[in-house]
């Protein structure tokens, strides 16, 4: 069918909409970042010297790649990287591990006990995410909730390290962000027609046979879905690492906070951001080939 | 296959009964069927009447509450679907989207650990059978709806099941696509030898597609036989009435002859010389069931048939190979009649017209229930 004029008009209205958005709110910020990360720290407000000077010989720029050069001078900068991808890969894997099974049942639980299991699934967004963190710190620290029953039932005699340290900090990753996976994979496997499973055992594949070669393959847009919704925010995940990792546990969006607020260095800083992003864009790309190469 | 001595029937369905939670009566109410192998079977029915909830626990899907399920002697009770020799058609098709026309048809053959090779050359060989080969390499979208039925029934067929269940096989192609695909699925189902069982509410597929028929009502077996037998010989007024038009007559045997009944039909205000050498005693109520296409419409006064109603044409629907009719009787009881148009002159009848209604003593059927 031939879209008439009007309709192709309303299409770039509706295509306008989020553009615009995107403009505003992403594209221009980033050119600001980009350009900060480009000057020098100075004293004063702001505290980075201007993108354009004016001196005897007129306007002329001033950007250098110097802010950039000492990420890669300095390991610091490259272990919290390595580190975030670390904690954020494993995160999002066990976020995958147990999400998919969560998001399975209830897909397949009847009609009335979905809502009420979705219900459950987003409960914990009713409460502050910081105040959820706190709360894990309540359990895991050294006299908190956990060690206490440990210790009170005789299982261990010492109490465990629990927090400060890369294991609480992938607790906390896992657990604020395990909603953000199953809501994705569920609404994939809701629309699964379920017809193809009896298909698949109809013609001879054990229910494990017929997950792999059927089931997964299909719901493998809300994997990537459900990875990218977990593994983005999660990289510049600042709050989890500061409240419950150790000295050891770095990670970008903690050495980012660090720059900015404790040094005051806003050209690092916003080098820092633009690094992350451009470290982001390699998954993103990744996962979105293959996303197009399988609906194709 | 090997003769045995006494062979156990090739599907035997033995006293099945299957009820759902907050049915009113059950699905499938004790069904007992044998199907013969290399049959061509269809179950007959309306929606609901339990034909699909017996194909489902045939392919596993569904267990019996009662009775047994047996294939070449073996009883299927704990046979899960992907160890039953059956295969079936759904009626969506069910066909993997994300798998290649070629994938589809080899996934059963797979699951059975086969060679690639041996895969491959099963798959070419069933493509061909479905005309489908020059389209291996397409995804079920890219198919159209007649193209998508052919891979669904390569897909089912290629593991060369003991049993075949095509579920409204035809249902989702348009009218013409339909009755090319009936005479390919017998084409089909001749040159592969495999028992087939067909599940359909259209009576049209079953009875030119079947060798026998199963006709089902509320989960029992209504009727059991041939195409023909169960068209020219229903047994019960459902039978009649579901497969096929029919004019339905109360009446009262008031005499016999020895090979004919009188019958007096008080709607149709009439009285009826009707065929029946076994005889009934005066006074049974029966009901008379007449196909529209046996009864003749004239001008005149038939005089050489002996059961003669005179009416008004009240409509008339051109259906092209036929015409129907509806005729009031003076007590305005409406009858159906079907006029084959073998002339290519206009219909000579026209609402309004005053005509003679006949009809053979051996053409209505009598019910006695």
């Not at chain 1, 010297?49 to 000492?70: C, E, K, M, V």
């Not at chain 1, 976020?95 to 639980?109: D, E, K, V």
């Not at chain 1, 261990?156 to 809501?183: C, D, T």
């Not at chain 2, 069927?33 to 269809?42: P, S």
């Amino acid at each position: 069918m031939m879209p008439g004029p009007g309709s192709i008009w309303r299409r770039w209205a509706v295509l306008a909409l989020p553009y615009a958005w995107l403009l505003l709110f992403f594209l221009v910020p980033f050119v600001i970042v980009f350009k900060i990360s480009l000057a020098d720290q100075q004293i004063g407000v702001p505290p980075y010297t201007p993108f354009l000077a004016r001196d005897d010989g007129g306007w002329h720029i001033q950007a250098s790649a110097a802010n950039y050069l000492f990420l890669l001078s300095d390991s610091l900068y490259f272990r919290a990287y390595l580190n975030s991808l670390r904690f954020t890969a494993v995160a999002t894997t066990i976020c995958l591990l147990i999400g998919y099974p969560m998001a399975y049942a209830i897909a397949r639980a009847p009609g009335a006990w979905r809502t009420r299991l979705l219900l459950l699934v987003i409960l914990p967004f009713w409460t502050s995410f910081l105040i959820r963190v706190y709360a894990w710190i309540g359990l895991l620290k050294e006299n908190g909730v956990i060690n206490n029953a440990l210790l009170a039932m005789g299982l261990i005699h010492a109490p465990l390290p629990l927090i400060n340290n890369a294991f609480s900090v992938q607790i906390g990753l896992v657990y604020s962000y395990l909603p953000y996976m199953i809501l994705p994979l569920y609404a994939t496997l809701e629309k699964l027609d379920w017809t193809l499973l009896e298909a698949a055992a109809d013609l001879g594949a054990r229910p494990w046979r017929a997950f792999w070669s059927v089931t997964l393959p299909l719901s493998l847009p809300g994997v990537a879905a459900g990875a990218l919704l977990v593994f983005i925010p999660m990289v510049g995940e600042f709050v989890i690492p500061d409240l419950l990792g150790g000295p050891d546990n770095l990670m970008i969006g903690k050495v980012l906070w660090d720059e900015f607020f404790t040094n005051h260095d806003w050209p690092l800083a916003a080098a820092v951001a633009v690094a992350m992003l451009a470290l982001l864009l390699l998954p993103i790309s990744v996962i979105r080939r293959r996303l197009a190469k399988g609906v194709a | 296959m090997n003769s045995g001595i006494a062979a156990p029937p090739h599907l035997a369905i033995d006293q099945v009964v299957k009820r759902f939670a907050g049915g009113v009566h059950a699905a499938v109410g004790g069904v007992s069927l044998n199907i013969a192998k290399g049959e061509f079977f269809a179950l007959l029915g309306p929606s609901g009447c339990g034909k699909t909830t017996l194909l489902r626990m045939l392919a596993g899907f569904e267990s019996p509450d009662e009775g047994r399920i047996l294939i070449d002697g073996a009883d299927m009770k704990g046979v899960p679907p992907y160890a039953r020799p059956v295969n079936m058609m759904f009626q969506s098709y069910a066909l993997f989207p994300h798998m290649s026309v070629a994938e589809n048809v080899g996934f059963g053959l797979k699951q059975e650990k086969l060679s690639r090779s041996q895969i491959e050359s099963r798959v070419a060989a069933m493509l061909d059978l479905v005309k489908l080969a020059p389209h291996a390499g397409r995804k079920p979208a890219q198919l159209s709806g007649g193209e998508r039925q052919r891979v669904a029934l390569a897909r089912a067929l290629v593991k060369e099941p003991k049993l075949l269940l095509l579920d409204e096989p035809l249902a989702a192609l348009d009218r013409k696509l339909r009755e090319e695909t009936r005479f390919e699925l017998v084409r089909i189902q001749q040159r592969v030898g495999i028992t087939f069982l067909v599940v359909t509410h259209d009576q049209e597929e079953a009875l030119s597609m079947a060798q026998r028929v199963a006709v089902m009502n509320q989960g029992k077996i209504a009727q059991l036989g041939e195409p023909r037998e169960v068209y020219e010989h229903p047994q019960s007024r459902f039978v009649a009435e579901f497969i096929g038009g029919v004019n339905l007559f109360d009446g009262c045997v008031i005499g016999h002859d020895g090979r004919h009944l009188t019958v007096s039909c008080a709607d149709a205000e009439a009285m009826f010389a009707v065929e029946y050498p076994e005889g009934l005693a005066a006074g049974a109520d029966v009901t008379l069931a007449l196909r529209p296409e046996k009864i003749e419409v004239s001008m005149q006064k038939p005089q050489e048939l002996p059961n003669r109603l005179s009416g008004t044409v009240r409509a008339v629907a051109f259906r092209g190979e036929a015409s129907s009719c509806e005729v009031e009787l003076p007590n305005g009881k409406l009858l159906r009649v079907t006029l084959s148009n073998t002339a290519r002159a206009a219909p000579s009848l026209r609402a309004g017209d005053a005509v003679w209604l006949g009809f053979a003593s051996s053409a209505p059927v009598v019910l006695k229930s």
